[in-house]
């Protein structure tokens, strides 16, 4: 009697667990059909090795995303890189990370190249120093693209962060407290037509208020950005690990909960 109700209950726990087997892994912020995800990163200042594996292990984590990553142009402020050569560069991806750093790179075909795949409907995530990639060029286009016009930061400190929309699925778990690790505010100029601020910071030199994290339409493709993303404590604080990862799912319109 009792060997009974063990084999049935045996029988059972390998049952459901044979149902559940074949099923995606339950993922916490999003468990459909894989995610195909570009990473185009590399260029100055910043350590894009160490960024870039915090990156695609924290957001494998949360929700499947397969990652690409290209690392070109060196760690200089100028290159061309080989990848935008292909018209076709941003086909077949979901979303296009970008977290390069390349302030002094100018020519306008170039820069046009990059745009052009995201104004065809390419959804695209910016962070930290792709607001200062091509600073210097005399085109508005990739400035446009991204939201904001910034040129130049403020120090490095611990910035408060204050939600302005706090119902944009991005920006649901945020913490309504949150300081930045040790990390730049970017001084925002100007902001484009489709751009709304998710969240903002304060200028510790003159008291200025700053968008740090918005969403931005451009030609109707989505592009989620945020400032923050210079060290590498900021790479490894969870909040700012998590804003992305949503932000990469939002801009590929995968965001369910
Ligand atoms: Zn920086």
């Known amino acids: 009697m009792i060997h009974q109700r063990m084999f049935r209950l045996l029988t059972a726990v390998l049952l459901t667990h044979?149902?559940?087997?074949?099923?995606?892994?339950?993922?916490?912020?999003?468990?459909?059909?894989?995610?195909?995800?570009?990473?185009?990163?590399?260029?100055?200042?910043h350590d894009y090795e160490f960024q870039t594996k915090a990156l695609t292990m924290a957001s494998e984590a949360k929700a499947p995303i397969q990652w690409t990553v290209v690392n070109q142009g060196g760690k200089g402020t100028k290159a061309e890189i080989d990848l935008y050569q292909d018209p076709n560069w941003a086909?077949?991806?979901?979303?296009?990370?970008?977290?390069?750093?390349?302030?002094?790179?100018t020519n306008v075909e170039y820069i046009k190249k990059i745009t052009d795949a995201h104004k065809q409907g390419a959804p695209a995530v910016v962070i930290?120093?792709?607001?200062?990639?091509?600073?210097?060029?005399?085109?508005?286009?990739?400035?446009?693209?991204?939201?904001v016009t910034t040129k130049h930061h403020d120090h490095q400190s611990h910035y408060p962060v204050t939600t302005v929309k706090k119902d944009h699925p991005i920006m649901k778990g945020f913490p309504a407290n949150w300081k930045t690790p040790k990390d730049e505010l970017y001084v925002i100029l100007d902001t484009a037509k489709g751009m709304s601020p998710l969240a903002t910071?304060?200028?510790?030199?003159?008291?200025?208020?700053?968008?740090?994290?918005w969403v931005n339409d451009f030609h109707g493709t989505r592009v989620f950005g945020t400032t923050f993303g210079h060290t590498s404590e900021t790479f490894s604080d969870p909040v700012f690990?998590?804003?992305?990862t949503r932000g990469i799912l939002w801009s590929a319109g995968k965001l369910e909960k």
């Open 91 to 105: 086909k077949g991806y979901d979303v296009v990370v970008h977290n390069e750093c390349f302030a002094g790179t």
């Open 201 to 213: 910071s304060v200028s510790e030199k003159d008291g200025k208020v700053h968008p740090v994290i």
């Open 241 to 244: 690990l998590d804003l992305v």
């Open 18 to 45: 044979t149902a559940t087997a074949d099923e995606p892994e339950e993922k916490q912020f999003y468990h459909g059909k894989p995610v195909k995800a570009l990473l185009v990163t590399g260029g100055c200042c």
């Open 128 to 147: 930290h120093c792709a607001m200062h990639t091509y600073r210097k060029s005399k085109d508005t286009e990739w400035q446009n693209f991204l939201g």
